[in-house]
Each structure stands twice: as structure tokens, then as C-alpha cells.
């Protein structure tokens, strides 16, 4: 495809900003939430139509999981409205898209990793938005990739890894939910595999691929990785916890359904494109480098 001119959303974001930094040898207009309103459906035409970009990156989403319970319309006006009216506009320009989407697509009931032709159940109105996205993205046809990743983290933005440190140096002992799987993904890890995968694409292919890291763990097993690298590496400041304590969902309810089990397989990945992510703990250890060096 070899596109000139990038226009990337959700720059503020995780992947965005991890993509600003990594799209380096293209033409790279990036848009954060206060430049490109995407809940305003004549900002992004007006947008796209003056940028006139050969190929979208859209990871821009709303992603307040349990927020979007009581905010459904904002949900779907960012999560699935906003990349049906994107991939209108790249449609009339003859322009490609990538989207991301999400693991909660799924109900989580499958016992292994799920691959890209599993019945799709999900469970939340954020994953509901996000699936929404998806089928109208498809039901544009234009060349498209929709790339379901998982658990994001990084040294940019608000996310887990970034909470279980700051609440590791505060508090002596964390609870942490042992009975959920998945697999984190570092944001920069997705930015790599991206820049990767746009050498590659020729348009041709179009379709859902999981793109997350191999392996999977529990949020207490990442917390607990998190905490043991953190204390390895003597980082400051120094952190108070002593144990993370595992707990059950039903022991930390939210207002939103989680999978059980959101593991992702990325053979289709590998198989078509030659491309695979890094191990989870193989992109945290790369994260909190990151974190040791800036403390």
C-alpha cells in the first residue's frame, strides 16, 4: 500500500501516542480529542476530506468500561458511529483503515484463547459499542483492518500498570482479581507491530485480526509481575505493599461485566502478515525499563 499521508486519531491516547512516536517514516497528521471531536459527525467529515489521507489509524475509543454503563450514548458515538462516518470518508478518497477494537467483544465463557471466527457475545455496553464499530466499519467495504487487542498499558496515559504502582508506594496491601484472564499488551509493543504491519499490507486483505501479546495471565498475576519487577529494578519510590492478595470478581464488583476469559489467539497474525507481539512479561519488562530509567 506504501501510503504517503497517515491521519492518526486519539494521538492523547495509549496506542495514538505510542504511534505518533513510531510513524516515523510517514507523512503523520495526527489529531488528539480536542482537535477531531468524534462525537461530531461533520468535524471528522470536514476533517478527513481536508486532510485527504491515503490510509486512517483509528485506536481513538471510548474506554471507560464501567462509565459507559450510565454514558451508552457517548459510548456508541465515539465506538461505533464515529468509525462508520470514518470509514465513509476514507471510502469516497479510496483510502484504507485500520481500527482497533477490543478482547470484550467476547462473553469470556470459552475456556481457550479465542481465535477471529468465535461467535462474538458481548457482555458490556462498552464492548457492545465496540463491536458495533466493527460491523459497520465491515459493512462499508472498504479495505479495512479491524485489530482486536487487549488489556493496553504503558508509560503514557491512565491504565493499570500505571494505578498498581502508585497504589503499591501508597497502601500496604492490594486485592487484586485472580479469577479473570488475559493477555497485557504494551502500547509500544502494538506501535512496533503496527508500523510492521502497514510496510506489509497491500489492502488486499481485509479483516479481523487479533493483535495482542502471546501468553496470558489474571490481573493479580500482572500485578504481581508488576510489583516483583518494580522491587527488582529499586525504583523510587520505593513501594509499601507487601502482599497482592488474590480475590475473586465477586469479591470487586463493578458496574460492568467482564470476560472471564478474554485470552486472544493471533495465529491468523502470524500466518498472514508474519508478524507476532513480544511475550506479556517480555513487553513489561520493556515498560518498566522505561519507568527505571525516568526515576
Known sequence: MNPQRILLTGINGQVGNALLST?????VVGLSRNELDLTNVDAIRQAIREIKPDLIVNPAAYTAVDKAESESDMAHAINAIAPQVIAEEAAKLDSALIHFSTDYVYDGHKSTPYIETDAVNPQSVYGKSKLA???AVRAVGLPHLILRT???YGAYGHNFLKSIIRLSSEKEQLDIVA???????SSTNIATALVALIKQWDGQESGVFHFTSTGSTTWYGFASEVVRQYAAMQMQPALKVQPVNPITTADYLTPASRPENSCLDNDKLSRVFGIALPTWQEGLQSV???FALKS
Open 23 to 27: 510513524l516515523t517514516d510517514y507523512e
Open 150 to 152: 487487549s488489556w493496553v
Open 179 to 185: 479469577d479473570q484472564q488475559g493477555t497485557p499488551t
Open 288 to 290: 518498566m525499563q522505561d
Open 133 to 135: 464499530g466493527e460491523e
